[in-house]
C-alpha cells in the first residue's frame, strides 16, 4: 500500500486533452471575474451573516 501511493506522488501533472487553452487577455478577464465575484460574496456574507446551518458557525441557534 506504501509503495503504491509513493508511485502515485511521483506521477506528472498532464493536461486534459479537451482542456481549454486562455489567451492571457481571456485569463486577464477570467481572474477579474473571479475577483468581482468574490468581492460580491464577501459584501453579501458581511451583511447577512453566512449561509449555512452547520453547528460549527452557529449561525442558527
Not at 498532464?14 to 481572474?31: G, M
Not at 465575484?37 to 441557534?61: C, Q
Request: aromatic content about 10%; proline content about 5%; overall charge positive.
Amino acid at each position: 500500500m506504501e509503495r503504491q501511493y509513493q508511485d502515485e506522488i511521483k506521477k506528472p501533472v498532464t493536461r486534459k486533452a479537451n482542456a481549454t487553452v486562455l489567451t492571457p487577455e481571456q485569463r486577464a478577464e477570467k481572474d477579474r471575474q473571479t475577483k468581482e465575484f468574490i468581492r460580491e460574496m464577501n459584501a453579501y456574507v458581511a451583511e447577512h451573516g453566512v449561509l449555512t446551518d452547520s453547528p460549527y458557525f452557529g449561525v442558527f441557534k
